[in-house]
T-cell receptor, first 111, second 111 residues
Framework: EDQVTQSPEALRLQEGESSSLNCSYT??????LFWYRQDPGKGPEFLFT???AGEEKEKERLKATLTKKESFLHITAPKPEDSATYLC????????????FGPGTRLSVLP | NAGVTQTPKFRVLKTGQSMTLLCAQD?????MYWYRQDPGMGLRLIHY???????AKGEVPDGYNVSRLKKQNFLLGLESAAPSQTSVYFC??????????FGPGTRLTVL
């Protein structure tokens, strides 16, 4: 069964304390891996797309990396405004109906 | 450019009542999707559309119907609401199957 898991479920960091979020997947065919940020009461906001092992993408304090079985979202020197739930999703077949989301990691950055 | 909008933002229904959720996008996207998000679970795909006049079932379609009569609109209907349909509903759209852009969500409670 295709599955996407994320760890940890929740993470509390002090401002400036770098860390990483993990997204692991067991799928038969990966067409792309996506990271989204979701603020409370809002829809997910697109961050990154990764297509192949070894690929990396960066945006401000965030860097996403991809291996054959997992992806990491590295947060460098986070600020309180980085507090949100981070979702990863995998696209299994290029046709849109097999876009599987993980449950998310709830990140809190304390000042 | 409003992106993806959803109407209404909140709704309370009694068991057995019907309602329609409206999603509109002004980005000329071909693909549109309806998801539901429940606590502790990832976003789950209800129905999707790959173009005007087309619809298809996702992972959890039972109890819902959809229509895409115009390219910019995607409607989600509940014919006879049940408490199990209490959830937050998100609409998304995309140029291709990969990068999906989400609306702000509709919080539905069925009593």
């Amino acid at each position: 069964e295709d599955q996407v898991t994320q760890s940890p479920e929740a993470l509390r960091l002090q401002e400036g304390e770098s860390s990483s979020l993990n997204c692991s997947y067991t799928v038969s065919g990966l067409r792309g891996l996506f990271w989204y940020r979701q603020d409370p009461g809002k829809g997910p906001e697109f961050l990154f797309t990764l297509y192949s092992a070894g690929e990396e993408k960066e945006k401000e304090r965030l860097k996403a990396t991809l291996t054959k079985k997992e992806s990491f979202l590295h947060i460098t020197a986070p600020k309180p405004e980085d507090s949100a739930t981070y979702l990863c999703a995998v696209d299994l077949d290029n046709y849109g109906q097999n876009f599987v989301f993980g449950p998310g990691t709830r990140l809190s950055v304390l000042p | 450019n409003a992106g993806v909008t959803q109407t209404p933002k909140f709704r309370v229904l009694k068991t057995g009542q019907s309602m329609t959720l409206l999603c509109a996008q002004d980005m000329n996207h071909e693909y549109m999707y309806w998801y539901r998000q429940d606590p502790g679970m990832g976003l789950r795909l209800i129905h999707y559309s790959v173009g005007e006049g087309t619809t298809a079932k996702g992972e959890v379609p039972d109890g819902y119907n959809v229509s895409r009569l115009k390219k910019q609109n995607f409607l989600l209907g509940l014919e006879s609401a049940a408490p199990s349909q209490t959830s937050v509903y998100f609409c998304a759209s995309s140029w291709t199957v990969h990068t999906q852009y989400f609306g702000p969500g509709t919080r539905l409670t069925v009593l």
